[in-house]
């Protein structure tokens, strides 16, 4: 009778055990294709993953995978398919699903990271996540803004509208090389990882659409004579965070309210880590002999005039999703007018 008393609470303890074992931890794997080094994977989602285990108390663990399990216009759908269960998508590689998102990519008001980060959440919670289809088979757990991009020179800067319809430019495929292609027959678009080759041979005389980051980590620097500022007429590129939403669902409800605050508004304020890597590239740029240039008035009047039909197509497609797309575009651009952007568009350094 004792042994029997024994064995049943061994029983139990085990089952107890077991249980509990099944609930200590949930591993999502996350997948991106930047480098380790890059400031985005070590200064923010690294640090974010790491948060996730403490404010779960170890139930939730991600895992990064060795490299990317998708290419970077299928980080969605890897997501989607389970073959990852995190992952940032680019919203530039897929327009046509994310195309809201792309009124970063509008040539307007910029600001810093963390600013152009905060408002675009801001803009999704009020007016974008009012259809969220482009969404399905996804769950969004946070928007976030990349660094300003420039208009890097690899001659003489130019300083009229005339010269850059005169000249050769490297642009990514999308509103990169729309924008500019509604200049010059001469854009050359690509993505930025190539953009190497047709830079250091000198095979274009400017480069867009990427960060100071981006003009040292492609190794670009040394062919890179200086940078044009325009005056509220910047861009940036947009990114969602997204986990599968099989696993989402399979999370305990308080974990998903752990990790809830930790996305959001709150995973775009870890982007003042980018602004601070930024600041520091373009240091290294100058140091390097890299010139910053402001454009003149005509320049920039003349920009904006060009520039001008991107904010109406934009409105026009937006607007096919039931989303008040001048409202949207308009409140982006005020809560960065509100949170300084403006002056940071004019000054950044």
């Known amino acids: 009778m004792k042994n029997n008393r024994w064995l049943r ?3 139990a303890a085990l089952a107890i055990a077991a249980g509990t074992g099944a609930h200590a931890e949930t591993k999502l794997l996350l997948s991106t294709f930047f480098p380790t080094t890059h400031p985005i994977y070590a200064q923010v989602l690294a640090p ?16 990064f995978a060795t490299s990317s399990l998708a290419p970077p216009p299928g980080q969605l759908d890897m997501v989607q398919r389970g073959i990852a269960d995190v992952a940032l998508q680019y919203t530039g590689l897929v327009p046509n699903r994310l195309q809201p998102e ?6 307007g008001a910029v600001g810093t990271s963390a600013q152009m980060s905060k408002a675009l959440w801001a803009t999704h919670e009020r007016f974008l996540g009012k259809d ?18 420039e208009f890097f020179c690899v001659k003489a800067c130019p300083t009229g509208i005339e010269q850059i319809r005169a000249s050769k430019i490297a642009a990514t495929p999308g509103t990169s090389a729309r924008q500019y292609g509604a200049l010059t027959n001469g854009v050359v678009a690509g ?35 200086g ?39 709150a995973f775009g304020a870890r982007m003042a880590a980018l602004d601070e890597a930024n600041a ?70």
């Open 9 to 11: 609470r061994v029983v």
């Open 48 to 63: 974010w993953a790491k948060d996730i285990e403490t404010n779960t108390q170890g139930r939730v663990k991600v895992e």
């Open 132 to 149: 969220d289809s482009r969404y399905k088979g996804v769950h969004l757990l946070s928007l976030i803004v990349f660094p300003p991009q």
């Open 227 to 265: 940078m044009l500022r325009t005056r509220n007429l910047g861009t940036a590129g947009a990114f969602a965070l997204v986990v599968n939403p099989r696993k989402w669902s399979g999370l305990e409800a308080p974990d998903r309210a752990a990790i809830e605050r930790l996305s959001g508004a």
């Open 280 to 349: 520091a590239s373009l240091k290294k740029l100058a140091e390097g002999g890299v010139k910053l240039q402001d454009a003149g008035a005509q320049l920039n009047a003349d920009l904006q005039k060009a520039y001008a039909f991107l904010d109406d197509e934009w409105k026009l497609e937006a607007g096919k999703r039931g989303i008040d797309a001048a409202a949207a575009l308009r409140f982006y651009r005020q809560q960065l007018h509100a949170d300084g952007g403006a002056a940071t568009a004019e000054t950044r350094k």
């Open 102 to 107: 792309l009124l970063t990519e509008l040539p």
């Open 191 to 225: 993505p930025a990882s190539r953009y190497f080759e047709i830079v250091s041979k000198g095979i274009v005389d400017a480069y867009t659409a990427v960060t100071p980051i981006d003009a040292l980590s492609f190794n670009l620097a040394p062919s890179t004579t």
